[in-house]
């Protein structure tokens, strides 16, 4: 996976996504090319022509903080779109990257996610690889060949398709959060390797990732079947670790009294008596 033109390829891929009708220009006449012109683009931007060409070109790798806000603001990017715009040029020269030990999960931590039997929890590294789970956890995700990352999981297990009932916004959240993390870190080898190996067997994640959307985690619920306990219905939040910034602990719960309460309590009592054979992730 190649860097050298990421910021280009955001921007040509963020352009051909809108339609003049959405930035307020009119549409009339048969286009070329889908979605706005280059110049186009210039113009509400503020820019000349030929300097966005060179943007988009990945001849001009360094423009302002000044073009590029305008350049988000004329491309209507939202705020986790617009951030990752920002960091594209810092990537490409700074180069810091990810941590060396940023899948190391703290024994503190672990001994967190142990302590909450009654709520699954896990945490997650940049490429979206499980790199620390509880017993619940598990449990929950026990009708997956391995639980390792929630991208191979939705893309590559067959169990994927079942377990997500909203399986299309499932699939673009993880190909989303994966743009996320690359645009902190383009070197990251996991996380070429991951993406690698999506879009070599995976039609649809190649396809989503053309599109170039980035996202964080949000807080919508989760609508979920699991083979054995049925429709669940979660809530989730997803917090930033101290010390490791680009690790996220991820907490699921059920509204007290619910179906999904009773199905994650008949979870853990399945798990207390080893009906799982719980994959513990390499990393844990």
Known sequence: MSDSTALGEFLRARREALGPQDVGLPGHGRRRVPGLRREEVALLAGVSPDYYMRLEQGRETSPSPQVVDAIATALRLDDAAHDHLRRLPRAAHARRGFPADHDRVS????????????TPAFVLGPALDVLAHNALAAALHSG??????LARMVFLDPAGRAF???RERAARSCVAELRAAYGCDPDSPRIAEVVDTLRAQSPEFAGLWARHEVRGKTQQAKHLTHPEVGALEIQFSAF????VPHQQLVVYRAEPASAT??????LRTRADRGAFHLHRSGAS
């Not at 024994?107 to 967190?112: D, M, S, V, Y």
């Open 164 to 166: 997500h009932r909203d």
């Open 144 to 149: 997956f060949q391995r639980f390792d990352n």
């Open 240 to 243: 930033t670790v101290n010390g």
């Open 261 to 266: 309460a009773a199905a994650l309590a008949e």
């Open 107 to 118: 024994p503190a931590l672990r001994r967190l996610l142990d302590s909450w039997p009654d």
